[in-house]
């Protein structure tokens, strides 16, 4: 990647879920090897992929002669094979922030003392020197990232990363958009809920006025050139600007909601704005947050179920209150129901809980939605496109 620094990690082709986050395309953990006058190997990956990642270190040095291994963040993704990595380097200094005490001790069987970074503390390593710049809650306690001065080189660690598995390495060569893409879901589903943090530490780095030629995330490809461009969508997405886009996030049980769903879309769609329908029992929920992220509005439509909504829009609900989306949002309800109905007055509550706008009343349909109520749902649509003009 630079001179003496190479990418040393492992390529999960396989893996459909990284705790509990859907990763359709797989994921890579990136491990990274610099070689000076000092060795260091900075993070590690899931055990399952250990003996892929110390082949690729043996290609480069003997494990051994490895001086330090500096541990980012202590998820079992990125030093699940620390055990394996301590065998094979007797001699490695463990370089992590303070809060990854507590984390490292807790995960593994660590057989030596941990040599503690703070903020602006630097490690020489020869001819170049190592910046430690503490990142708590970006997504851990214990999340750090390293910065390697002389060739600008941020490793960000989880930060600015991606799950996408690829036999390319580097952002452009698989193309920006599907990256972005990728990240922006990323960022909606481990980073969202700290987005006051993130806007913190973008500004605590700019101060430091340091140039960033090349970030080195944790997953997925790196960006080599123009790293501002996810350093901006970080910024972006952070500081809860929303596109001219609706997300319908809805259940149904013999298709009722799901005719309103169409209305409601067609109303939207019709005025202008952009819209993705998501039936929740079958959809990717990082989709559905990514969506919710992007959008300025939030419908969420759902049978009446026991008096009450659907247990899957309960379930996306309570995902989406607790990854707190940031900026002014404006959300509405809707639900079909049979005799009692219920489903709506839940899901109202919920929305004005998460400090969204709530525009009511949204449509409620007795059984099958007739003629003026499938009207009603799309001059709600419509009602609501106007608000965003
Ligand atoms: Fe990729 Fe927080 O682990």
Redesign the pocket.
């Known amino acids: 990647m630079a001179e003496g620094v190479y990418w040393v990690g492992a390529i999960d082709w396989n893996l459909r879920y990284c705790g509990s986050y859907q990763t359709p395309l797989g994921t890579t953990y990136n491990a990274y090897l610099i070689v000076d006058k000092k060795t260091v190997l900075i993070d590690g990956v899931k055990h399952t992929h250990s003996l892929e990642m110390i082949k690729r270190v043996k290609e480069i040095v003997d494990p051994k002669d490895i001086n330090y291994l500096i541990v980012n963040?202590a998820?079992p993704?990125?030093a699940g094979n620390i055990e394996d990595v301590l065998k094979l380097a007797p001699k490695a200094e463990i370089i992590c922030s303070k809060r990854a005490e507590d984390s490292l001790t807790g995960y593994y069987k660590i057989d030596r003392p941990l040599k503690i970074a703070k903020t602006g503390d630097t490690l020489n390593i020869g001819d170049r020197n190592l910046v430690f710049i503490e990142a708590q809650m970006l997504?851990?306690p214990d999340n750090m990232m390293t910065y390697l001065k002389e060739n600008h080189i941020l490793f960000s660690n989880?930060p600015f990363g991606q799950h996408i598995a690829s036999s390319e390495r580097f952002v452009d060569d698989l193309g920006e958009q599907i990256v972005m893409d990728h990240a922006a879901r990323y960022y909606a589903q481990i980073v969202l809920p700290y987005s006051q943090l993130v806007l913190k530490k973008l500004e605590e780095v700019k101060n430091l006025k340091v140039p960033i030629d090349m970030i080195c995330p944790?997953?997925g490809l790196i960006w080599n050139k123009k790293p501002e461009r996810i350093i901006n969508a970080y910024a972006k997405w952070a500081s809860g600007e929303a596109e001219n886009r609706a997300v319908i996030i809805f259940d149904t049980m013999w298709g009722s909601t799901d005719m309103m769903a169409r209305e409601i879309s067609r109303g939207l769609m019709d005025n202008g704005v952009q819209t993705t329908m998501y039936p929740v029992r079958f959809s990717d929920w990082g989709l559905i947050i990514r969506d919710v992220m992007l959008s300025k509005i939030i419908l969420i439509g759902s049978a009446t179920l026991n008096m009450t909504m659907m247990p899957a829009i309960r379930g996306i609900l309570e995902f989406i209150k607790g990854l707190r989306p940031p900026g002014k949002k404006i959300a509405a309800a809707f639900e079909s129901y049979g005799w009692g109905g219920g489903a709506y007055k839940n899901i109202i509550p919920v929305l004005q809980e998460m400090k969204f706008e709530v525009v009511e009343p949204g449509p409620r349909s007795k059984w099958v939605p007739q003629e003026e109520k499938l009207k009603e749902c799309y001059q709600f649509g419509k009602q609501l496109a106007q608000k965003i003009k």
């Open positions: 963040h998820e993704d990125h997504h851990w989880d944790a997953h």
